[in-house]
């Protein structure tokens, strides 16, 4: 049985939280294969809200097995904070059920600082990150410097690892970011705690994972952000420190990329962005300001308001395109209710030429014309359908148009954040 994975087609806040607990329902495994708690993945279940940054979606769901895979930065605090969270209402009751890869980075102390600290040296040109140093820590990775979960158990390489780093960051801190020095003992003595609490959850994860694929078992796999924040692909600079694609979650979990069967594409009704950056069909009006409040589009991990505008099919159709999505999940339909007529963007106009794919720099992002078709609207509101037939006509070619104009189908309908408020139309695994 091939895995599948779960995406954002867009600028994240797609709705995975409530998606991958849905799906979680048929998996054994979840596996979450980049990023850190810069996510906050909202779930609510029997009226109750959990946000998680860190664990994976499945973990309301006792008995599935919940992985934080390679391709992670873990910050041990808010890891720690979130197991304990879960246990005090009765989730996670067996260590086993939450794998942690030894191979993810860890997120110190001093990441957090430097995020910080250059976000407020940016000024009015910050990327507007999470603040939670995702970025600084995958720099280490990158440079070859970083500290990984395993490395804690090796007590006497780590101590030399950590001094290594703890002065390097301090130089850097104080003359060139105006900080103050952290110190190393605070630093290590906070590192023997969480290694003691983290201890029963480090595992082999690519093999964990690799072998439950081969007895047969169910793998979901969970990303983080989405496709516009991709390093690579995204917005840059204006982008998170990972790959959001469907492509990084074969090194991200460790497992060969054939045993991916199926893409599923996290895609919101209409469009959010959380910070800064290119945003070509934002609604920066009285209807965004709408789209905010019905949709309640603030950050689930830092409050922040998120931006909000039209549907921008160009967005999603490279998302399609580049992770190869064999279905979309569309999420937050209902919110649109009352809004009409509704308006998608189809197409760019950069400079004159028409472009039905984004631009690959930034300054062709600045000067983008969203070229607009407009659809009728409904006023009936969506919470109660089960069922395609139980939408509005208008609903209903709503939905088609952006699936024709994407180039995958919808399998997945959301119409409300209950667990049930969801109309099945295809296979997920
Ligand atoms: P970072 O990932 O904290 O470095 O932030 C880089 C950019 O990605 C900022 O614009 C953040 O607001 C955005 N970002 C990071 N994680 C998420 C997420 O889970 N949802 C939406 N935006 C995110």
């Not at 090194?251 to 991916?260: E, N, Q, V």
Request: aromatic share 6%; charged share 25%; net charge neutral.
């Amino acid at each position: 049985m091939p895995a599948t994975v779960v995406i954002g087609t867009q600028w994240g806040d797609e709705g995975k939280g409530k998606v991958v607990d849905l799906l979680a329902a048929d998996a054994d495994l979840v596996v979450r294969f980049h990023g850190g708690n810069n996510a906050g993945h909202t779930l609510v279940v029997n009226g109750e809200k959990t946000v998680l940054n860190l664990v994976p979606a499945g973990v309301l769901h006792p008995g599935r097995v919940c992985v934080m895979g390679s391709g992670m930065v873990i910050d041990p605090d808010v890891l720690l904070g979130e197991v304990d969270a879960l246990r005090a209402r009765g989730y996670l009751a067996d260590d086993r059920w939450l794998r942690v890869s030894e191979q993810a980075h860890l997120i110190m102390a001093y990441h957090r600082l430097i995020d910080r600290a250059r976000e407020r040296l940016r000024g009015a040109g910050n990327i507007g990150t999470t603040g939670r140093g995702i970025g600084p820590a995958y720099e280490d990775k990158m440079a070859r410097t970083g500290i990984r979960v395993g490395d804690l158990f090796d007590e006497e390489g780590f101590r030399e690892a950590l001094a290594r780093n703890v002065r390097e960051k301090n130089g850097y801190l104080e003359a060139l970011l105006d900080e103050r020095p952290l110190s190393f003992e605070e630093l290590y003595s906070c590192c023997e705690v969480h290694r003691e609490r983290l201890r029963p959850f480090v595992a082999d994860t690519g093999a964990e994972v690799r072998a439950a694929l081969a007895a047969g078992q169910r793998v979901l796999l969970e990303g983080a952000q989405g496709t516009m924040l991709d390093i690579d692909h995204g917005t840059y600079p204006f982008v998170t420190s990972s790959n959001t694609l469907a492509g990084s979650a074969a090194a991200g979990a460790g497992l060969p990329p054939r045993l991916i069967g199926r893409v599923i594409g996290l895609t919101k009704a209409y469009t959010t962005r959380v910070g800064s950056g290119p945003f070509p069909t934002e609604l920066a009006n009285a209807l965004g300001d709408r789209l905010r409040a019905d949709g309640d589009e603030y950050g689930a991990t830092t409050g922040r308001p998120r931006r909000c505008g039209w549907f921008d099919a160009v967005v999603v159709r490279n998302a399609v395109a580049l992770s190869g999505i064999d279905g979309l999940a569309l999420t937050k339909l209902d919110v649109l209710t009352g809004i009409d007529p509704l308006r998608v963007c189809v197409a760019y106009e950069i400079d004159g030429a028409h472009r039905d794919m984004p631009p690959g720099t930034l300054r062709a992002w600045t000067r983008i014309r969203p070229i607009y078709e407009e659809l009728p609207g409904w006023r009936e509101s969506l919470g109660q359908a089960r069922s395609l037939d139980d939408l509005p006509g208008a609903a209903r070619r709503y939905v088609e148009r952006l699936s024709a104009l994407v180039g995958a189908p919808v399998v997945l309908l959301s119409v409300g954040p209950q667990r049930d408020q969801t109309i099945r139309l295809g296979d997920v695994f």
